[in-house]
Nanobody, 123 residues
Framework: QVQLVESGGGLVQAGGSLRLSCAAS????????MGWFRQAPGKEREFVAG????????NSADSVKGRFTISRDNAKNTVYLQMSNLKPEDTAVYYC????????????????WGQGTQVTVSS
């Protein structure tokens, strides 16, 4: 049974930084792409960033390019999202997800989801 547990969310001022972590268990972590999504109040969940099996290939949404970085440590079964220069519009619940294969951008390509962690950016 796959479990994904996010941590690292919180309240931060605009311009600040946070690092989210997602610890995975239940199947061979290095065999699957990972991703981060977010859902703001009243909005649909959206793709933030994705990473392939080895961690050498990543992609991210235009809204976070240059500010957010996704990475993974296969020895620790953990994926990270380093967020810098945070803006109030980044306020959302952030979800970690494990894909059905390699790097992916669509929600339907992800099989397992964490419970989410709240990120709030004050102006």
């Amino acid at each position: 049974q796959v479990q994904l547990v996010e941590s690292g969310g919180g309240l931060v001022q605009a311009g600040g930084s946070l690092r989210l972590s997602c610890a995975a268990s239940g199947r061979t972590f290095s065999n699957y792409g990972m991703g981060w999504f977010r859902q703001a109040p009243g909005k649909e969940r959206e793709f933030v960033a994705g990473i392939n099996l080895s961690g050498r290939i990543t992609n991210s949404a235009d809204s976070v390019k240059g500010r957010f970085t996704i990475s993974r440590d296969n020895a620790k079964n953990t994926v990270y999202l380093q967020m810098s220069n945070l803006k109030p519009e980044d306020t959302a619940v952030y979800y970690c997800a494990q894909s059905t294969g390699t790097i992916a951008t669509r929600q339907g390509q992800y099989a397992y989801w964490g419970q989410g962690t709240q990120v709030t950016v004050s102006s």
